[in-house]
């Protein structure tokens, strides 16, 4: 492999991020004399960050195809007041509590995705649409109210793995992550060495206050089954293909309008987990629920490296940018810093990430 090459594939953009990362974070340890870097606040930040995660794991697909979806905030807490007043009003099982608001979320998004790729509707106008008529709905649904399920509910979103079966999983990681070392060569074992180190210095951390937090287990699970559903199969290749040239997609054989409808189906799923958790998590329903949830999902995305453009994200990406978003609410208000500092910066973030990634296709000829 010549040098030209070998640069190329270096990860730059990644490596910025996990360098402004650190610069967060030591900034924040400073001026918070170490409490930030503290097991205890790292564990319950990583729990704050896991619906954005969620709802950026899908955001992600959907921009990667050129799509943009601003009713999952919306979306996820009609969702989770859907599997609270089920649970808790109609009285039924928990498993149903869990499922029916995914079916529900699948159906919705499959509306949405009919409604872009056969009516021809603009995503921008049908999402902007299905925010409001969410909004509405979760209103109307609760009235207002607060719906608080009981304890067994909670569990998705307030429980901790115990520490052995976190040590077992981290341990059966790090096994396949070497095997994936061992077979690649030369400076592509590095990624995969430093993937296992970072499963057991992630799980040491976790387990020196009371655990990894379940929903941040649930988040790795599906950030691993998105990022195979992305690069390793057909599909995932030809969402990025449909973003990155449409035109070339649709003349190659691309179904394109079901794979739009399907990656709304999706986003209506991640939607509805996303709802659960967050219920789970707060302790009840809200009418307010998820509200701006939605600007934060894509702008993790976008701070991450995906493009706006279409073609171009992953999925490792937008979770360090839901990391850095979280990192900075959860400093700030370590700090006590008055709130209406966190919008702005977050604001300026943004911004910055759209702007690099403006000027670095520029460079590339795009």
Known sequence: MSEAKLRMRVPW?????????LAIWIAFSITTDGTFLTPRNLTLLARQMSVTSILAIGMVLVIVAGQIDLSV???????????????????????????????LGAALGFVQGALVARLRIPPFIVTL?????????????????????????????????????????????CLFLLYKGTRASGP??????????????????????????????????????????AKHTAFGRHLYAIGGNREAAFYSGININRHLIAVFTLMGV???????????????????????????????AVIGGTSLLGGQGTIGGALLGALVMASLDNGMSLMNTESFWQPIIKGIILVLAVGIDMATRKDRGH
Request: proline share 6%; glycine share 14%.
């Open 13 to 21: 953009r990644a490596l910025s991020m996990v360098g402004s990362l």
């Open 73 to 103: 905030g919306a979306f996820a807490g009609l969702l989770g007041a859907a599997s609270a007043m089920i649970y808790v009003n109609l009285g039924w099982p928990l498993p149903a509590a869990f499922i029916l608001p995914l079916l």
């Open 129 to 173: 649409g299905g925010m409001l008529i969410f909004q509405g709905a979760m209103l109307g649904t609760t009235g207002g109210v607060s719906v608080s399920p009981a304890r067994p509910y909670l569990f998705v979103g307030q429980a901790y793995v115990p520490h052995t079966l976190g040590w077992a999983g981290a341990g059966v990681l």
């Open 188 to 229: 592509a074992r590095l990624p995969w060495l430093g993937l296992a180190a970072l499963a057991v210095g992630f799980t040491a951390l976790m387990n020196a206050y009371e655990g990894i937090p379940f929903p941040v287990l649930l988040v790795l699970v599906l950030a691993a089954v998105f990022t195979v559903l």
């Open 270 to 300: 991640m939607a509805g987990i996303a709802g659960v958790v967050l219920t789970a998590r707060v302790g009840s329903a809200t009418s307010d629920a998820g509200r701006m949830m939605e600007l934060d999902a894509i702008a993790a």
